[in-house]
C-alpha cells in the first residue's frame, strides 16, 4: 500500500500529475486516483489511503460504487430467497413485516437506516403492538438486512443489533385442566376434536398437525415422522404415537376415504387455510366457557403434563424438537422443588451434619 505519483494526459494534449494510492483485497491490486497535485495534497491522499485500509479490516471496501437499494426495492429479492431458498414456512409473515417495515423505511436505502430510525419505529409501533410483534418485524428486518450484506448491497453494522429488540414481559404460561379438556371436546366438531386429542398426545405444532401426511404414520411401529420441510428446527423429529393416538389414527384412516392427509375438513379436503380451523376453535373455546386459551397452548399443556409425570426434560426437548434445551426448560416448574429444599432446612438436624463433617475428618 502507498501513495504515488502518476502523469495523466489532459483533454487538451497537455500532461499532468495526479496523486494515487495503491491497496491490495484478497491478493488483488486496486489502484485509485485521488486527485491534481496541486489541487489536491499528498496528506488528502494519505488519508483517503488511510480510509481504505479500515474499510479493508472491516470488510467494508465493496461499498465503493455499489448500488445500494432500497427497503422497497431490495423486499422482492428477501422474500424469494426466504420462500424459495430457505424454503421457510413464516415468508408469509415476512411480507406482512416488511409491509409495517416499508411505512417509515420503504423509500430508504438500506445504508440509510439507522439505530435512530429503528428506536424512533419501536416508539411509533409500541403505540398500536405489543413489544413481541415490533420484535418480530424488527427481526425480520434485521434478517433482510443481513442477507443484503451476504449480497454485497449493504454494508456496515446491523442498526437493528445496535437498537436491540425490545424485553417482552407477554410470555403466556396457559395450559388445560382436565375438566377444560373434557368441555372443549364435548364443544368441537368431530374434525377438531381429533386435532385436539392428536396436539394433547403428541405436542405438535398446529400446522404440523394440518399437513400431516398418512406416508408419515408408521402404525406398525407406531412412530410418527416429521419430514425436516415441515418442521420449525428444519430438523427430522420422530413422535412415538400412544395408545389414545393410534386408537384416534385408525378412526381417522377410515373417516378420510383414502385422503393423503390424516386430518381434513368437513367437506374431506385438507386445511388450505389455518383461518379455518383457528375459528373453529375459538368457537369451541367459547361455548365451553374457556377463556385466553391459544391453540399453541395445547402443545404447551401437553409438554407441561409430561413433565409433571416425571418424563425426563431432555426427552421433552427432543419430542418438542427444540433445539435448545433452555427452551423446553420453561415447562419445568422448579418451584416445587424450591419449596422443598426451603423445607428441608426447617427439618435440619445439627447432629447429622455434625457426624457427617466428623466421619470426614477421620478419613
Known amino acids: 500500500m502507498g501513495v504515488y505519483k502518476r502523469r495523466r494526459r489532459q483533454i487538451d494534449g497537455s500532461y499532468h500529475d495526479y496523486w494515487y494510492i495503491r491497496y491490495w483485497i484478497e491478493g488483488l ?7 491534481k497535485v496541486g489541487e489536491v495534497t499528498k496528506a488528502v491522499a494519505q488519508t483517503k489511503l488511510e480510509e481504505r485500509k479500515r474499510q479493508i479490516r472491516l470488510d467494508q471496501l465493496d461499498q465503493i460504487g455499489a448500488k445500494i437499494p432500497t427497503l422497497s426495492e431490495f423486499s422482492g429479492e428477501y422474500i424469494e430467497y426466504v420462500r424459495d431458498i430457505k424454503q421457510n414456512r413464516s415468508w408469509k409473515c415476512a411480507i406482512q413485516y416488511l409491509a409495517h417495515l416499508q411505512r417509515p423505511f420503504g423509500d430508504k436505502k438500506l445504508s440509510q437506516i439507522s439505530a435512530k430510525d429503528i428506536d424512533d419505529y419501536k416508539l411509533y409501533r409500541l403505540r398500536a403492538v405489543k413489544p413481541s410483534t415490533v420484535n418480530r418485524e424488527l427481526a425480520c428486518l434485521s434478517h433482510l438486512l443481513n442477507y443484503a450484506k451476504r ?13 436491540k429488540l425490545l424485553p417482552e414481559h407477554n410470555m403466556v404460561d396457559r395450559t388445560l385442566t382436565p375438566d377444560e379438556e373434557a368441555k372443549l371436546l364435548n364443544s368441537s366438531s368431530p374434525e377438531l376434536r381429533a386435532i385436539i386429542i392428536c396436539a394433547l398426545n403428541t405436542a405438535m405444532r398446529k400446522n404440523e398437525i394440518l399437513t400431516l401426511r398418512w406416508e408419515n404414520v408408521d402404525l406398525d411401529n407406531n412412530i410418527i415422522t416429521l419430514d425436516h420441510t415441515n418442521t420449525k428446527s428444519k430438523k427430522t423429529r420422530r413422535i412415538p404415537i400412544n395408545s389414545a393416538l393410534r386408537t384416534l389414527l385408525l378412526e381417522q384412516r377410515l373417516k378420510v376415504c383414502g385422503s393423503d392427509y390424516v386430518f381434513v375438513s368437513s367437506k374431506g379436503t385438507p386445511y388450505a387455510r389455518h383461518d379455518s380451523l383457528k375459528q373453529a376453535f375459538i368457537g369451541a373455546c367459547k361455548r365451553s366457557n374457556i377463556n385466553g386459551l391459544r391453540f399453541h397452548d395445547l402443545r404447551h399443556t401437553a409438554a407441561t403434563r409430561m413433565v ?12 418438542l424438537g427444540h433445539a435448545d434445551l433452555k427452551t423446553t426448560m420453561r415447562y419445568a416448574h422448579p418451584e416445587d422443588s424450591l419449596k422443598e429444599a ?11 451434619t455434625q457426624n457427617r463433617t466428623q466421619v470426614g475428618i477421620e478419613k
Open 342 to 352: 426451603v423445607e428441608n432446612l426447617a427439618n435440619f438436624n445439627p447432629n447429622r
Open 308 to 319: 409433571e409425570s416425571g418424563v425426563s426434560i431432555v426427552v421433552v426437548s427432543r419430542i
Open 29 to 35: 491490486e486496486k489502484k485509485e486516483s485521488i486527485g
Open 151 to 163: 449480497r454485497k448491497v449493504f454494508f456496515g453494522d446491523n442498526p437493528v443489533s445496535i437498537s
